[in-house]
């Protein structure tokens, strides 16, 4: 470096060009070689079993999930394509109709009525547990340790009850004779609902339903709310109250704005959860009375295992997941938008 630096000092312009135009050049046959030497690693400097390793983590879950789903999903759509009944099941024939079953289902007026049930079903359960379990989420923001620890160990029990068991304790909560409630409203002086059969109409036996759902999935909410809140820094709503915002404005200017993707994921979540809804409306009275409880979920299981309509049930499953995937589409495509802005 001093013989360089030396050079550059005492030689004319147009030698001190020469010497840098040999430096350079010896610098890019140096480089080329140093360049040579570094291509045979990757990029990013990690060997080929590093890379894969991940993947080859991810392969026994993933091909776990397509044995478990994607077979069952598989052979659900051939099933739809299909005429299988009692006769075809126990003769072991496979007799393709084609799209016959779906021309048939979606020509028929009773699935689209079966349909905008299930979707009014869904928005209206879906609104409640979210207003429902932000309300709860927020009070467990509030509350001191003790009663946030008693308050979760309820939540907790309420989630975690199966699901045929609180569908069994919510029958027997408003049994028509010797139902808890029937009792407490008659108690209260409200004489003709002593003896009330709740189950007898569509509105009160979907009202039973949907106080089951959102009773079961309001803990979910409430606990993702919770955690979602312990996020925002306290300082914002410090701030906020020095300017003079009061709960509603804290909750609309600081909160929200913060625990949007939270809403989002949560609703999204929620929506498919209660749309494939089963268990509950099966056990509490199968769709009925006279199918008018019937939600798509339902229609699928009574037309296909109910009646030995495979075929049919198959494409009623079918077009039941297409119709979901068409409702979520838009609000998938808003939540993406939301992880591409954070």
């Not at 075809?88 to 048939?104: I, M």
């Not at 996020?231 to 929200?256: N, Q």
Request: glycine share 8%.
């Amino acid at each position: 470096m001093a013989v360089h630096s030396e050079r550059v000092q005492t030689q004319s312009p147009d030698s001190g060009k020469a010497a840098v135009a040999t430096i350079e050049t010896g610098a890019a046959r140096g480089g080329g070689a140093g360049t040579a030497k570094k291509s045979a690693r990757p990029a990013d400097g990690r060997s080929f079993g590093a890379r894969i390793a991940p993947y080859l983590l991810l392969a026994p879950a993933t091909l776990a999930t397509l044995a478990l789903l994607g077979w069952p999903l598989l052979k659900t759509v051939l099933v739809s394509f299909q005429n299988l009944n009692a006769r075809q099941l126990v003769q072991h024939l496979t007799e393709w109709n084609g799209f016959e079953n779906y021309t048939e289902q979606l020509s028929d007026p009773e699935f689209w009525s079966v349909t905008g049930r299930s979707v009014a079903f869904t928005v209206l359960n879906v609104f409640l547990i979210m207003v429902g379990g932000a309300l709860v989420g927020l009070l467990l923001n509030r509350l001191g340790k003790k009663m946030r620890l008693l308050l979760s160990i309820g939540l907790l029990l309420a989630w975690a009850m199966p699901v045929v068991a609180s569908t069994t304790v919510y029958t027997w909560l408003f049994e028509t004779n010797f139902g808890v409630v029937n009792w407490l409203l008659d108690t209260l002086g409200w004489h003709s609902m002593a003896a009330y059969n709740w189950t007898g109409t569509q509105y009160s036996t979907f009202f039973v339903i949907l106080l089951l759902l959102v009773w079961g999935s309001i803990p979910f909410v409430a606990f993702n709310m919770y955690a979602a809140l312990t996020t925002i820094p306290k300082e914002l709503y410090e701030a906020a109250r020095m300017d003079g915002a009061g709960s509603v404005k804290i909750f609309t200017s600081v909160m929200f704005p913060n625990l949007k993707p939270f809403f989002l994921a949560t609703t999204f979540l929620e929506v498919i959860w209660i749309f494939k809804a089963f268990t509950q409306i099966y056990a509490i009275k199968a769709g009925g009375p006279d199918g008018l409880t019937r939600t798509l979920p339902i229609h699928a299981f009574l037309e296909g295992s109910g009646r030995q309509h495979y075929g049919t049930g198959a494409a009623i499953a079918v077009l039941t997941i297409l119709i979901l995937g068409a409702l979520m589409a838009y609000y998938f495509r808003i939540i993406l938008k939301q992880e591409d802005e954070l």
